[in-house]
DNA sequence: ATGGTTATGTTATTATTTTCACAAAAAGTG
DNA sequence: CACTTTTTGTGAAAATAATAACATAACCAT
């Protein structure tokens, strides 16, 4: 688990890093990278340390072999398929966005879901009945799924992903889903994120001994 | 900083309290609460400790009670509400989402986008034109609003926010956004989140001294 | 060249978070 | 009522993560 702040943040820096690239950068310093993406100059050196990247003492970092370096730590080089199990009112925003997704070299190569309604292209993803999922995800060798269905169903679903062979799943539903500890699990939550960015916004009081958040 | 992932811990457990209780159960130990919460025992007692939360020696925790003092916590009694900036297909989503919203006491009032086109009631919120936002924030004093609008604008909409008096933000455009640090902002990219998903369940490469997640 | 300057890379230090361990309270039992 | 069992609450210990410190390499100006 310990490894995950990590990549998140080095995945934070790539994004940064194609902002400065776009902008005609060549080059960024830790503190310059740092102030872009919210971190300190310490945490980048150390983040890069870890996974072996290597500036130019003094000269900073080349962007374009730091951006490499990400690539290849990401495998961003290979189109990375995933499916989309419940395409209501999250999946379908996220079928809609398959071009950003793209662009990141991830894409949702089809949805799946229980209603009869929903079985057909949205946005050039064809959208499947849930009985074929299992023997697509064989058949293409998915590795990722996202799930956006009704919490009442998300267990359930999450375990016949899991039985087609599916080693990671971002979930939308409200619900800590419990599969094998191989299979990595993304749990959010959006309730639960505004609320704290309620609660820490209006509701820091003194009296619980919560002063910043 | 320190304290978020305390508070997002709590909110865990109450949806998974919530879930208890609609299955008729009175009392949680916190090995139960914790199995279900995907997080263990003493982390509960830990958590609840600190916003003295007790509970019943040998007798574990009534639901109710812990409900009531966590619903204390949260404010769960006031109906908060919300704007929403970005009309778009995540927006969207999250306004026809409402009524999930509305069942935890939060409710998104109003909807702004500079697209002529989006200005309409969308899921019974009206939707009004950006020019009349920061009066519309002040008038009814709100101070939590969820972002959904492209990278390129949102900087300069996080400062109309800030400026106009909102004290939390949660963000969706992927960059980090820059405000006074007692504005609350809680920046979600869905992308990099997809991304150290599919990361770490197949890119996890022994090579790079990454061995679980 | 050479000396000064600057930004990295890494080690040491500090802070935070989680886990462990166990005393103490409550509830049941004979 | 003593004795056992169970589960909390918390201080101590261990593990993690973040920050600071600084030696080192590269560059620049003279
Ligand atoms: N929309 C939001 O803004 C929002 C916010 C917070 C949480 N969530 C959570 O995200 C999840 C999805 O939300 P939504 O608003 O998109 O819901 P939705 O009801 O609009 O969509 C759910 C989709 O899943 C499909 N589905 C239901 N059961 C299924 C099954 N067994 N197999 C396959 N498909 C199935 C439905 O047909 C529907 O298309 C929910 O768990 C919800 O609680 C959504
Ligand atoms: N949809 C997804 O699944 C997804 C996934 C990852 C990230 N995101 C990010 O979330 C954000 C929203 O995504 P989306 O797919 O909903 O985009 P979208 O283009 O569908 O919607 C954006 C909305 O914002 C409005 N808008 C644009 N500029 C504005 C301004 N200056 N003021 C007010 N409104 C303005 C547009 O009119 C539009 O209605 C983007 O930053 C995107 O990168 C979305």
């Known amino acids: 688990m310990q490894i995950r702040n990590n990549i998140r943040r080095l995945l934070q ?46 000269g900073g970092y080349l962007i374009s072999e730091l951006l490499d370096s990400l690539n290849y730590i990401f495998g961003k080089n290979e189109l990375q398929d995933v499916i989309l199990i419940g395409v ?23 949805g799946f879901d229980i209603d009869p309604s929903k079985i057909r292209k949205i946005n050039e993803i064809p959208v499947l009945p849930m009985e074929v999922m299992p023997r697509f995800v064989k058949e293409n060798g998915i590795t990722v799924g996202i799930m956006a269905v009704p919490a009442i169903s998300a267990q359930e679903i999450c375990n016949m992903l899991v039985n087609a062979g599916i080693k990671g799943i971002m979930n939308f539903a409200p619900i800590v889903l ?23 916004a209006n509701y820091a009081r003194d009296d619980l001994g919560v002063l910043e958040c």
């Open 13 to 58: 820096y790539r994004m940064c890093l194609i902002r400065f690239r776009e902008l005609g950068f060549e080059r960024v310093y830790s503190y310059s990278l740092g102030r872009e993406a919210g971190v300190s100059p310490e945490q980048i050196r150390k983040d890069f340390s870890r996974f072996g990247i290597k500036g130019n003492k003094r």
């Open 88 to 110: 209501g009112n999250i999946g379908m925003a996220l079928a809609r966005y398959n071009c950003g997704f793209f662009k990141r070299r991830k894409y949702i190569v089809a």
């Open 178 to 200: 419990k599969a094998p500890r191989e299979v990595v699990i993304e749990n959010i939550n959006l309730c639960n994120v505004l609320e704290s960015v309620i609660y820490c």
